[in-house]
């Protein structure tokens, strides 16, 4: 079952389409992932999806939900750089927005510790917001966001400002947080995509270009893939094989070759002997499974 269904939606600013009439549904129970680099218009669709911005057309509907009704209770909402009031403690915070969301004060205290227990903050209920680190404040800034218990959490790169212990907190408990509600987060760092989510949606230009599971993606766009590493030079060392006619294509990234090929067996042999005859620095050589990268790179070059 859909929770919502987005028809046509588009967004423009003066002369520029930022949002180019895309189409897509979000199925309950599901972590999605709105996949795109910085300027795909990523930010502006959760926006309109939000409510929070006025789409150009297109519409967007909600499962069960009257056209033209307030969709902000079923709705929960993260910008990418949440603002909170620094002096509050968590648990003053989390309640204040749990009061402005409509809940009683009884059910709003209830709700901000299950919620701080959840996101895995309760001992830090009582500390000001202003000393909590950069992972706290995004698990709280989560917490805000579902304590009305909506069908639908959206999160504007939740993880893109936190150092590695911050992300890995955030998501863990985004792992949780499927058990409980539809997430739809928006992000460019495509290995926590691959993670946690279910679906993938891939914004390119204001365009949806691709969409569908991570084992979909892979079934319709499955290539050979051997993944070189030298101990020098390692783009100069794939780029002499001999037997360029089992290369698609190369993908390099720091000291590591990714290149596809077309006879997955036929290249195994021809490189591994001609790096040993070639006496060549090999540090690592792996047949491997294409990756939500290159399923992306694959999809915004066509």
Wanted: charged share 25%; glycine share 6%.
């Amino acid at each position: 079952m859909a929770v919502i269904k987005v028809k046509g939606l588009s967004k423009r600013f003066q002369n520029k389409e930022v949002v180019k009439g895309i189409d897509f549904l979000l199925k309950k129970g599901k972590c999605i992932a709105l996949l795109g680099p910085n300027g795909a218009g990523k930010t502006t669709t959760l926006l309109m999806l939000a409510g929070l911005m006025k789409s150009s057309s297109g519409t967007i509907l909600f499962e069960d939900v009257k056209k033209g009704s307030d969709i902000r209770k079923y709705i929960g909402y993260l910008p990418q750089h949440p603002v909170f009031y620094d002096w509050m403690t968590g648990r003053e915070f989390l309640e204040y927005v749990g009061k402005l969301a409509g809940l009683s004060s009884s059910l709003a205290q209830e709700r901000a510790l299950e919620l701080l227990e959840l996101v895995d903050i309760l001992d830090a209920k009582n500390r000001k917001i202003g000393n909590y680190s950069g992972g706290m404040r995004q698990r709280l800034g989560i917490a805000q966001a579902i304590i009305h218990r909506p069908q639908l959490v959206m999160l504007d790169e939740p993880v893109s400002a936190l150092d590695p212990f911050g992300r890995r907190e955030v998501l863990t408990l985004l792992e949780k947080l499927k058990k409980e509600t539809t997430i739809l987060f928006s992000t460019h760092i495509l290995n926590d995509a691959e993670e946690v989510c279910d679906e993938i949606l891939f914004l390119h230009n204001g365009q949806i270009v691709e969409s569908g599971t991570m084992d979909e993606l892979r079934d319709k766009h499955q290539q050979a893939k051997i993944d070189f590493v030298f101990h020098k030079k390692t783009e100069e060392y794939v780029r002499s094989f001999t037997d360029q006619h089992l290369i698609s294509s190369i993908i390099v990234d720091g000291n590591k070759a990714s290149v596809i090929v077309t006879d997955v067996d036929a290249a195994k042999s021809a490189f591994l002997n001609e790096i040993s005859e070639k006496n060549w620095p090999l540090v690592k050589f792996e047949i491997s499974k294409i990756t939500l990268e290159d399923v992306f790179m694959k999809v915004v070059q066509k």
